[in-house]
Protein backbone atom coordinates (compact mmCIF):
# COMPACT_ATOMS: atom_id res chain seq x y z
CA UNK A 1 0.00 0.00 0.00
CA UNK A 2 1.17 3.49 -1.14
CA UNK A 3 -0.30 7.01 0.53
CA UNK A 4 1.06 10.00 -1.14
CA UNK A 5 0.83 13.71 -0.07
CA UNK A 6 0.72 16.37 -1.96
CA UNK A 7 2.16 19.94 -0.43
CA UNK A 8 3.26 23.19 -2.28
CA UNK A 9 0.00 24.53 -4.02
CA UNK A 10 -1.00 28.39 -3.56
CA UNK A 11 -1.42 31.38 -5.43
CA UNK A 12 1.04 33.19 -7.57
CA UNK A 13 0.96 35.69 -10.50
CA UNK A 14 1.40 34.58 -13.77
CA UNK A 15 4.98 34.14 -14.53
CA UNK A 16 5.93 32.99 -11.58
CA UNK A 17 7.00 29.63 -10.44
CA UNK A 18 5.64 26.74 -7.62
CA UNK A 19 7.51 23.80 -6.49
CA UNK A 20 5.10 20.99 -5.74
CA UNK A 21 5.92 17.73 -3.44
CA UNK A 22 4.70 14.44 -3.37
CA UNK A 23 5.46 12.53 -0.17
CA UNK A 24 4.92 8.80 -0.30
CA UNK A 25 4.49 6.31 2.31
CA UNK A 26 5.43 2.68 1.48
CA UNK A 27 8.59 0.39 1.20
CA UNK A 28 7.42 0.06 -2.43
CA UNK A 29 6.84 3.33 -3.83
CA UNK A 30 10.66 3.50 -5.08
CA UNK A 31 9.47 0.62 -7.43
CA UNK A 32 6.87 2.64 -8.84
CA UNK A 33 6.19 4.76 -11.70
CA UNK A 34 5.08 8.33 -10.52
CA UNK A 35 2.98 11.31 -12.26
CA UNK A 36 1.13 14.41 -11.51
CA UNK A 37 -2.35 14.97 -13.50
CA UNK A 38 -4.62 17.82 -13.17
CA UNK A 39 -8.16 19.03 -13.07
CA UNK A 40 -9.46 22.21 -13.66
CA UNK A 41 -13.42 23.57 -12.65
CA UNK A 42 -15.76 21.80 -14.60
CA UNK A 43 -12.88 19.71 -16.67
CA UNK A 44 -11.55 16.02 -17.01
CA UNK A 45 -8.84 15.58 -14.78
CA UNK A 46 -5.47 15.34 -17.45
CA UNK A 47 -2.33 14.19 -17.48
CA UNK A 48 0.60 16.22 -17.06
CA UNK A 49 4.01 14.21 -16.57
CA UNK A 50 4.96 10.82 -15.85
CA UNK A 51 8.78 9.52 -14.41
CA UNK A 52 9.62 6.10 -14.30
CA UNK A 53 10.14 4.64 -11.53
CA UNK A 54 14.71 5.45 -11.92
CA UNK A 55 13.71 8.57 -12.75
CA UNK A 56 15.62 7.74 -16.41
CA UNK A 57 12.41 8.73 -18.50
CA UNK A 58 9.75 10.91 -18.54
CA UNK A 59 6.78 12.38 -20.57
CA UNK A 60 5.24 15.76 -20.37
CA UNK A 61 1.93 17.24 -21.79
CA UNK A 62 2.28 19.29 -24.84
CA UNK A 63 0.76 22.47 -22.62
CA UNK A 64 3.10 22.18 -20.23
CA UNK A 65 6.75 21.17 -22.08
CA UNK A 66 9.43 23.57 -21.44
CA UNK A 67 7.86 25.16 -18.82
CA UNK A 68 7.92 21.77 -16.10
CA UNK A 69 10.29 19.33 -14.75
CA UNK A 70 9.04 16.32 -13.03
CA UNK A 71 11.51 14.58 -10.78
CA UNK A 72 12.16 12.43 -7.67
CA UNK A 73 14.44 11.49 -4.79
CA UNK A 74 13.57 7.78 -3.98
CA UNK A 75 15.72 8.37 -0.56
CA UNK A 76 13.25 11.00 0.33
CA UNK A 77 10.20 8.65 -1.04
CA UNK A 78 9.25 11.97 -3.18
CA UNK A 79 8.55 13.44 -6.38
CA UNK A 80 8.32 16.86 -7.13
CA UNK A 81 6.96 19.12 -10.00
CA UNK A 82 8.89 22.28 -10.67
CA UNK A 83 6.53 24.90 -12.58
CA UNK A 84 7.62 27.65 -13.75
CA UNK A 85 6.12 30.80 -16.35
CA UNK A 86 2.67 29.71 -14.77
CA UNK A 87 -0.37 30.57 -17.29
CA UNK A 88 -3.67 31.39 -15.81
CA UNK A 89 -4.90 28.29 -17.78
CA UNK A 90 -2.46 26.11 -15.28
CA UNK A 91 -4.68 27.14 -12.57
CA UNK A 92 -6.16 23.24 -11.02
CA UNK A 93 -6.03 21.13 -8.61
CA UNK A 94 -2.93 18.79 -9.02
CA UNK A 95 -2.59 15.36 -8.28
CA UNK A 96 0.10 13.12 -7.58
CA UNK A 97 -0.12 9.19 -8.19
CA UNK A 98 1.78 6.34 -8.65
CA UNK A 99 1.77 2.72 -9.75
CA UNK A 100 3.17 0.83 -12.78
CA UNK A 101 4.49 2.99 -15.76
CA UNK A 102 1.75 1.07 -17.84
CA UNK A 103 -0.71 1.98 -15.43
CA UNK A 104 0.31 5.67 -14.95
CA UNK A 105 0.51 6.66 -18.31
CA UNK A 106 -3.06 5.59 -19.22
CA UNK A 107 -4.17 7.66 -16.80
CA UNK A 108 -5.13 4.32 -14.47
CA UNK A 109 -2.49 4.55 -11.57
CA UNK A 110 -2.96 2.20 -8.48
CA UNK A 111 -2.63 5.22 -5.76
CA UNK A 112 -3.72 8.74 -5.74
CA UNK A 113 -3.27 11.95 -3.60
CA UNK A 114 -5.92 14.09 -2.24
CA UNK A 115 -4.64 16.99 -4.63
CA UNK A 116 -3.15 20.59 -3.98
CA UNK A 117 -4.85 23.71 -5.34
CA UNK A 118 -2.71 25.49 -7.77
CA UNK A 119 -4.25 29.22 -8.50
CA UNK A 120 -2.26 31.61 -11.09
CA UNK A 121 -3.67 35.31 -11.17
CA UNK A 122 -3.39 37.25 -14.84
Known amino acids: QVQLVESGGGLVQAGGSLRLSCAAS????????AGWFRQAPGKEREFVAH????????NYADSVKGRFTISRDNAKNTVYLQMNSLKPEDTAVYYCAAGPWSRVTTNRPDYWGQGTQVTVSS
Open 51 to 58: ITWGGART
Open 26 to 33: GRTFSSYA
